[in-house]
């Protein structure tokens, strides 16, 4: 079985889920033979090669040239395609982050198959892939067997395993093809620089901070933690914070190690996109709060109090 | 301007969801459906193009059984123009409502579909893309701005650390993110004149589905947690157990 794994990397920095992705195909490809082969687009690839060299890969194609350098997911997807052909592969595999998912789901979509998206879980039994998914923001899971090949697959950040073998070997392709659709502008700002969705850790507040002024407290402490800032529904409906941030069934569904609501109360339709987190930290002066039934450690208080403190605290910890 | 926009309903957010006797699905008979909120914004932005253009049409194109012209008739109420609902009882992969979206939009020669970024019930954020793919249009998604003029678009989008623009040629297929607008509220008036709009109905070519499901279930419970203290007081309690305990600091 040949696996292509798309390896996610911005300005030559690998995406941790990518690592992820590289390991989860590794695993399968070792519970019968296979091979693995990551596949870097656009520039400074060689420097995300090197970085990724010993996470799962077999071998790592390169593809660099001028119509990938302001490339988006569509040109990407036809760099896979045809790598994937020419490779006469079996499966494509990447991590589910936002662009991830939009980059398989083209590839899919040339290869003619559906995507099997944002797993969990995947295993191999033979020639039999089964994976199990969240499905309604994680109300619900759903375990599916791929019926035929190609299979293509996308793994939900902080899912996969993160493995550490021989050295891939790399080699340097020019591309080959050109999308119609390309970035013409980047305006830094409004949006944080860790998607949410592949964030460690998320600092995520509500309407407990009162004011839109008081998210300084969680992005002080979102700083020290190296962490992600998201946020309740509501305050992203009342225009405090960006729709980006936003976590829940209507933003994003997200499963970090660690995850701190602060001053949301956990209306289902937040806890849906959160609770597949590892650990949960809930801060809430609401003893009875719905969030403290999903939270693995509660503080019952005033987050005014709380946060100042623990972020005095973390600080002479952590440094 | 030809505009189709296509949709989804799903259960209500706010629903709890039982399971089907035969434990592959979950069980619709008593659920409350609502347009994809996605999708809401895709209707919307499709009016607002068509708004500034200044001439042209709206077309909702759905999925799914009998029942899902409800929906249908709610974007109409939005003020679309037409509806096409393809009738379709069973669960379909994503390939197969592509499939049968395709074969609906490939005779319509579109400038713009829009889809919502992503449905909120099965959330694999792909129709749109495999359509688009089947098509051999390009596609963008998740986009928070987009400008049609005469055979261009110019898309802006949120990625880490900012905003991007992206530019295109027409035809394109487009996912709605949540930033894109203000869905509008129909007005009665609307809604009455939405019962008189053609809903056409026609037979969806799906072909063979790239899984088999083996189980719906609930997720195992989260094991249960504990109130460490109250207070900043219990600061110091809280940061050992993240470190020894939990060890994600």
């Not at chain 1, 969240?134 to 993160?162: D, H, T, W």
């Not at chain 2, 209707?43 to 253009?53: D, F, H, M, S």
């Not at chain 2, 688009?132 to 650390?161: C, H, K, M, T, W």
């Amino acid at each position: 079985m040949k696996i292509i794994v798309w390896i996610e990397a911005r300005n030559g920095q690998i995406k941790a889920p990518s690592l992820e992705a590289l390991g989860s195909a590794r695993n399968l490809a070792e519970s019968g033979s296979g091979e693995v082969i990551g596949v870097i687009c656009g520039p400074s690839g060689a420097k995300a090669a090197h970085s990724a060299s010993t996470a799962g890969a077999h071998r790592i194609i390169i593809r660099d040239g001028e119509s990938l350098n302001d490339a988006i997911a569509d040109g990407i997807a036809d760099e896979l395609v045809a790598i994937f052909r020419e490779e006469s592969a079996d499966m494509v595999i990447c991590a589910a982050t936002s662009t991830g998912k939009e980059v398989i789901a083209l590839t899919a979509g040339t290869l003619g198959t559906s995507v099997a998206a944002d797993c969990t879980s995947i295993t191999r039994r033979e020639d039999v892939i089964e994976i199990e998914r969240p499905i309604y923001a994680g109300k619900a899971l759903m375990q599916q067997k791929i019926c035929q090949f190609p299979a293509l697959v996308s793994i939900r950040p902080n899912y996969g395993e993160r493995l550490e073998r021989e050295a891939a070997t790399v080699i340097e392709q020019a591309a080959t093809t050109g999308s119609s659709v390309r970035r013409t502008g980047f305006k830094r700002g409004t949006v944080g620089k860790i998607d949410l969705a592949e964030a460690e850790i998320i600092v995520s507040g509500g309407r407990g901070l009162k004011d839109p002024a008081n998210f300084v407290l969680l992005e002080e402490l979102a700083e020290l933690l190296q962490a992600a800032v998201g946020a309740s529904r509501a305050v992203v409906d009342a225009g405090w914070r960006p729709h980006s941030d936003q976590v829940g069934q209507t933003g994003k569904t997200v499963s970090p190690k660690l995850y701190i609501a602060v001053g949301i109360s956990g209306a289902i339709q937040h806890l849906a996109g959160m609770s597949s987190s590892r650990t949960i930290v809930a801060i809430n002066k609401d003893p009875n709060a719905p969030i403290f039934k999903v939270a693995t450690y509660g503080v019952v208080g005033d987050l005014f109090e709380v946060i100042p403190r623990l972020q005095a605290q973390l600080k002479s910890v952590l440094q | 301007m030809k505009i189709a926009v296509c949709m989804k309903r799903v259960p209500d957010t706010a629903t709890r969801l039982t399971f089907a006797a035969d434990g592959k699905s979950v069980d619709t008979s008593e659920v409350q459906w609502v347009i994809s909120p996605y999708d809401e914004y895709a209707i919307e932005e499709g009016l607002r193009i068509r708004e500034r253009a200044g001439e042209g049409t709206v077309t909702a194109i759905t999925v799914g059984p009998e029942g899902a012209s409800k929906e249908l008739r709610q974007a109409l109420g939005m003020g679309v123009d037409d509806g096409i609902l393809a009738v379709c009882d069973e669960p379909l992969d994503p390939i197969q409502t592509a499939r049968s979206l395709v074969a609906i939009l490939a005779d319509r020669a579109d400038d713009i579909v829009l889809f919502g970024k992503q449905a909120v019930d099965s959330q694999g954020a792909q129709v749109g893309a495999l359509v688009a793919r089947l098509l051999g249009r390009p596609f963008v998604n998740d986009i928070a701005a987009i400008e049609v003029s005469e055979q261009q678009v110019r898309i802006e989008r949120d990625i880490e650390g900012g905003r991007e623009t992206i530019e295109g040629p027409l035809p394109i297929i487009v996912g709605a993110e949540k930033s894109l607008n203000e869905p509008r509220y129909p007005k009665l008036k609307d809604i009455m004149q939405a019962k008189k709009k053609p809903i056409e109905k026609v037979t969806p070519q799906t072909g063979e589905p790239s899984f088999e499901t083996v189980a719906v279930t609930t997720p195992a419970p989260r094991p249960e947690g504990r109130i460490v203290g109250e207070g900043p007081e219990a600061v110091d309690e809280l940061i050992r157990l993240l470190r020894e305990e939990a060890k994600v600091i």
